[in-house]
């Protein structure tokens, strides 16, 4: 471990990726209920509040069919999309 202006620090333990860090937002609902939120940046600097969820799901790398990847990370997993995948390869 190494101290870094006064926060401890593991080095090569999480990779620098905004996903590990975890909500740094919060959204006061009615009732006293809290949800994570993220700002996203819109078109004329106006920004959008995503849930934490939703977020996560943006930075995901997509399938051609619009999907989530899955395993390889190069399709998302259905007959269709692996096909097409096998189509392209025997192509190239």
């Not at 620090?9 to 006293?32: F, H, I, N």
């Not at 943006?58 to 096998?86: F, H, I, K, Y």
């Amino acid at each position: 471990m190494l101290q870094e202006r006064g926060k401890i620090v593991v080095m090569g333990s999480v990779p620098d990726d905004p996903a590990t860090d975890g909500p740094r937002e919060w959204l006061a609902m009615p009732g006293g209920r809290i949800r994570p939120v993220v700002s996203v940046p819109g078109p004329g600097g106006i920004a959008e509040l995503l849930a934490y969820s939703a977020w996560l799901t943006r930075l995901r790398p997509a399938c051609r069919c619009g999907r989530p990847r899955l395993g390889s990370g190069r399709t998302c997993g259905s007959a269709e999309c692996v096909a097409q995948l096998r189509v392209q390869e025997a192509a190239s």
